[in-house]
């Protein structure tokens, strides 16, 4: 979490206005909290690969370890 970029996630979800649930943009410190539940998630988990995903961030568990990734939203004509 210490080197993935929160801050460039948050203005890309300011640029094209997504918003969570209807009640806007997450700040950072939302999406922060958000993958740090999904990077939980995916550590409890019993199988040796899962994944978790909400809101564009999804978590992987792998024999290896842990990655967290965000997916960009493609609109259609793009």
Known sequence: MKTF???KVHSYMQEVNWQWRGEGVP???EL???????????INAD???FNSST????AYKMPWG??????L?????Y
């Open 73 to 77: 939203e493609r609109k259609a004509g």
């Open 66 to 71: 842990l990655s967290l990734h965000f997916s």
């Open 27 to 29: 700040e950072p410190r």
């Open 55 to 58: 809101g564009g961030f999804t």
């Open 32 to 42: 922060k909290m958000t993958a740090f539940t999904l990077l939980s998630n995916v």
């Open 47 to 49: 199988e040796p690969a």
């Open 5 to 7: 970029d929160f801050e």
